[in-house]
C-alpha cells in the first residue's frame, strides 16, 4: 500500500512538473517582421549568397514556434525581398534588435546571439528549407535538424 501512494504521488508530481514547464511556453503573436541587415558571401565575388538578419517581433524564446506559421512568415520575407539581395542562403531569425549596433558592419556577435531564435539555410535555386538551427536562452544553438523542432 505504501508503494501504491508513493508510485501515485511520483505520478502526479510529474504530471504537474510537465503542466507547469508546458506553461512556460506559450503562442506568440506576430508584431512586424523587418530586415536588420543583408551580408553577403561570395567566393572570390562569384556565386554571391546573400544571409539576411530578420526581425520577429512579437516571438521570443518562449513561444511554442508552429511550423506552418512560421513558414508563412518565411515565405511572406521571401517574397518581400528585392532581387538586389537573392539568392538567399541563410535567414537569422531574431525577437529583438535592440543588441545591434546600427549602420555597423561589424556587430558584437555574443550579445546579437541572444536575442536569436532560429536559421534556415536554404537550397539558394529552389528556396527549400535544408537545415534548421534553433537557440537557447544564452544564443547557444540547442537544435540542429532537417526538420522542425517539435513541441508535445
Not at 503542466?19 to 553577403?40: A, P
Not at 539576411?52 to 511572406?76: Q, R
Amino acid at each position: 500500500m505504501k508503494t501504491l501512494y508513493f508510485v501515485i504521488l511520483h505520478t502526479l508530481m510529474l504530471f504537474y512538473s510537465c503542466h507547469l514547464l508546458q506553461d512556460r511556453k506559450r503562442r506568440c503573436n506576430l508584431v512586424k517582421v523587418e530586415t536588420i541587415f543583408v551580408d553577403v558571401a561570395s567566393n572570390n565575388g562569384e556565386n554571391r549568397r546573400f544571409i539576411h538578419h530578420v526581425l520577429t517581433e512579437g516571438y521570443s524564446k518562449n513561444c511554442l514556434i508552429d511550423s506552418i506559421e512560421f513558414f508563412k512568415i518565411t515565405e511572406n520575407y521571401l517574397d518581400t525581398v528585392h532581387l538586389t539581395t537573392k539568392p538567399i542562403r541563410l535567414i537569422y531569425f531574431y525577437s529583438s534588435k535592440d543588441r545591434f549596433i546600427p549602420s555597423e558592419t561589424s556587430q558584437i556577435w555574443e550579445e546579437v546571439n541572444k536575442d536569436r531564435i532560429v536559421r534556415i539555410k536554404f537550397n539558394t535555386v529552389t528556396y527549400e528549407p535544408l537545415e534548421f538551427i534553433f537557440y537557447d536562452k544564452k544564443g547557444n544553438a540547442e537544435a540542429r535538424t532537417k526538420s522542425w523542432k517539435k513541441y508535445e
